[in-house]
């Protein structure tokens, strides 16, 4: 069992940078694969960046290439997104998922088994 607890979403202006945490806890969360998810109002959610178990990264989205990057302290059990460059389009809540498996998936929500409660981020001037 795994829980996951997002924190570091707020309100920041176009051009801004944010650093998303995940703090996970369980028995299991070094052998995770862990991603970032995003769900924007009326829209699906949708796959941001993956971070395997040995800390290779995978992206999901085109569109955050360049600006968006993730990164994990499995002694801390953290997962972070740093976004750089946002844009009023990266306004979404944001979610950390974990699968089990030590690589990361495909980008579909129902490839991951754990769940945090989202984190809001509004870009806007």
């Known amino acids: 069992q795994l829980q996951l607890v997002e924190s570091g979403g707020g309100l920041v202006q176009p051009e801004g940078s944010l650093r998303l945490s995940c703090a996970a806890s369980g028995a299991t969360v070094r052998s995770s694969s862990i991603a970032w998810f995003r769900q924007a109002p009326g829209k699906e959610r949708e796959g941001v960046l993956c971070i395997s178990a040995g800390g290779a990264a995978v992206n999901y989205a085109d569109s955050v290439k360049g600006r968006f990057t993730i990164s994990r302290d499995n002694a801390k059990k953290m997962v972070y997104l740093q976004m750089n460059k946002l844009k009023p389009e990266d306004t979404a809540i944001y979610y950390c998922?974990?699968?089990?498996?030590?690589?990361?998936?495909?980008?579909?929500?129902?490839?991951?088994?754990?769940w945090g409660q989202g984190t809001q981020v509004t870009v806007s001037s």
């Open positions: 998922a974990a699968r089990r498996g030590l690589y990361c998936s495909r980008a579909r929500t129902d490839e991951y088994d754990y």
